[in-house]
């Protein structure tokens, strides 16, 4: 089996930003956060670590009339993976909840790894594993699920089941549901469609998303009529892989939300959850697996220093954002192609530095393609 060499991850760091050119990323207030001491198997090293989920219960939320995305991280499900969960509202209104998961398996043909799992992102990885999502990897896990806990459902029916069991609830009755679904004895009882023995973790993860995620602000409407894609992406380099989810209300974007992962030092990042724990066992010593938007601080430092960055990671989000949303996929589509060649992308996106500003449309072009 292929070992990859481990870099240095603040050299990985280092060049990678470079990379970025004029960007960085936002100031994101972390009220969740956690120091913990962690012991890596592999180096007997004792490292502090710090765990990020992403919230911020202080955000400023619009009310109703405006559609909002909220993205939260969570361990909903044991040690060994880590959830990252997207909720669309209006106002107290849960309209759309998307779950997926992230887990380090044996490398095989069996599984699919997330994007850039065979570049420098990868070369971070336990030895002889890979990361990856069990959304696209449903088939593949589900046989695991099968095999090891006598599984009738797949992994993406019991998930799409909790979703569907959150959307067109408000955050009040989600909260009020909550105590059923924890004491039934059968979930599926409550949850019609899900059999996971964790499904109180997944819908529990949902609504703190609900409450304290990070925001991304969507169309003014009072419509809720709209349809969701999510996809995987390499946006910008090889050291890291993005989350990318989009609402679209008939041929327009809605509302977008985009952030990446990275290998990032323990010391200045916040780590995804289950990094203190089963997930993080191996992974090289002080380093950490980490969310760019949800550490904003520890980015921005970084991009200034290394790029000179004047616009921060989550204001390039933002902006992007903004650009995409009211606008149809032939339109975004001749957006990323008037980009070429030029070296203010600002002149196309309104704030957005990005040297990768067309890699990041791109993937909301992907995402709300798959959302048709």
Same mark, same amino acid.
């Given at each position: 089996m292929k070992k990859f060499t481990v870099l240095s991850a603040t050299l990985l760091l280092a060049v990678g930003l470079a990379a970025c050119g004029n960007a960085g990323d936002s100031s994101n207030k972390d009220s969740s956060s956690k120091t913990v001491t962690s012991s890596s198997t592999s180096t007997k090293k004792t490292t502090k670590m710090t765990i990020n989920t992403g919230a911020d219960a202080d955000a400023t939320v619009p009310g109703a009339g405006t559609l909002i995305m909220r993205q939260l991280y969570a361990a909903p499900h044991g040690t060994q993976s880590f959830a990252a969960v997207n909720v669309t509202l209006n106002g107290d209104t849960i309209v759309a909840a998307r779950i997926d998961e992230f887990q380090y398996v044996d490398k095989s043909a069996d599984w699919t790894g997330?994007? *850039?799992s065979d570049s420098d992102f990868g070369k971070n990885y336990p030895s002889g594993k890979f990361l990856i999502a069990k959304l696209e990897n449903s088939k593949a896990y589900s046989a695991l699920m099968t095999k090891e806990a006598k599984a009738t459902k797949t992994w993406q029916e019991s998930a799409t089941a909790i979703e569907n069991y959150a959307k067109g609830? @408000? =955050? /009040?009755?989600l909260k009020a549901a909550l105590p059923t679904v924890k004491s039934a004895k059968k979930v599926g009882d409550v949850v019609s469609g899900a059999t996971f023995a964790d499904t109180y973790?997944?819908?529990? $993860?949902?609504?703190?998303?609900?409450?304290?995620?990070?925001?991304? @602000?969507?169309? $003014?409407t009072t419509d809720n009529t709209i349809t969701e894609g999510q996809v995987l992406a390499a946006p910008h380099g090889k050291q890291s892989f993005a989350t990318v989810t989009v609402a679209m209300q008939g041929d327009k974007v809605a509302a977008t939300f985009v952030d990446e992962f990275q290998y990032t030092p323990a010391a200045t990042f916040g780590a995804v959850? *289950?990094?203190d724990k089963d997930f993080g066992k191996d992974i090289k010593a002080g380093t950490v697996l980490a969310s760019k938007r949800a550490n904003s601080d520890a980015y921005s430092a970084l991009m200034k220093k290394e790029a000179k960055a004047t616009h921060t990671w989550?204001? *390039?989000? =933002?902006? =992007? *954002? /903004?650009?995409?949303?009211?606008? @149809?996929?032939a339109e975004l589509e001749a957006a990323v192609a008037s980009l070429k060649g030029k070296s203010k992308v600002a002149d196309v996106v309104s704030g957005a530095t990005f040297v990768d500003t067309a890699g990041y449309l791109t993937a909301v072009i992907e995402a709300a393609k798959a959302a048709q």
């Open positions: 997330v994007p *850039n609830k @408000t =955050i /009040d009755e973790g997944y819908l529990s $993860a949902i609504y703190d998303a609900a409450t304290t995620g990070m925001v991304s @602000t969507g169309i $003014a959850p *289950n990094s989550t204001e *390039n989000a =933002i902006a =992007i *954002n /903004d650009f995409a949303k009211g606008k @149809t996929i």
